[in-house]
């Protein structure tokens, strides 16, 4: 089975920094995806991690660490158009997501 | 920049209706997938196809789910008999490889809403 937990919501401050976490336990696993998904919309790829480690995108990086089944999405330099839901999803050729994690900026 | 798209945008039905939810996969990708997500839900998978066979499907996708690629183009959801329960976003998405170095493409999605 699939069990992906992730906080259900963070607020934080344009221009600030907030990390999302992601807990997985899956019976199959071949890497950890994050996606954006504005209400309404269809989710979009921001990053993904195959290995343990940090992987860098502009303002977004995101973690990995296979052996704690924990992952993280660090958004840097907040704006407003990131007030969005954030998806943790579980690759085994199918993606298996979280309940998401909605983002709210303030100014 | 090549995209997935899909028809309708939204889709209205009566309970116990056949509806047929369109998309058009990005050209050159081999794996195709639906997903669904219920209002205020996670996005949860249906079913994936490859080379004109399910690779694999969920526990949603029972006897009243069927896929078809009717083309070289085209790829279909269709619904027998619709239930209340069937209201949500339908999502297609397509992908170059089947390993996750490959992205899967999301389509805009279908609103279905069955009354």
């Known amino acids: 089975g699939q069990n992906i937990d992730q906080p259900t919501e963070m607020t934080a401050t344009e221009g600030a920094i907030v990390q999302i976490n992601c807990t997985y336990q899956t019976s199959g696993f071949n890497g950890l995806f994050w996606y954006q998904q504005h209400a309404g919309e269809a989710p979009t790829f921001l990053s993904y991690n195959v290995l343990d480690g940090l992987e860098e995108k502009g303002r977004f990086s995101s973690f990995l660490s296979r052996s704690k089944g924990y992952s993280y999405l660090l958004l840097k330099e907040l704006q407003m158009k990131d007030s969005a839901s954030y998806l943790c999803a579980v690759h085994d050729y199918k993606l298996s997501f979280g309940a998401g994690t909605t983002v709210t900026v303030r100014a | ?115």
């Open chain 2, 1 to 115: 920049e090549p995209e997935v798209t899909q028809t309708p945008s939204h889709q209205v039905t009566q309970m116990g209706q056949e509806v047929i939810l369109r998309c058009v996969p990005i050209s050159n990708h081999l794996y195709f997938y639906w997903y669904r997500q219920i209002l205020g839900q996670k996005v949860e998978f249906l079913v994936s196809f490859y080379n004109n066979e399910i690779s694999e499907k969920s526990e949603i996708f029972d006897d009243q789910f069927s896929v078809e690629r009717p083309d070289g183009s085209n790829f279909t959801l269709k619904i027998r008999s619709t239930k209340l329960e069937d209201s949500a976003m339908y999502f297609c998405a397509s992908s170059g490889g089947r390993g996750s170095s490959y992205e899967q493409y999301f389509g805009p999605g279908t609103r279905l809403t069955v009354t």
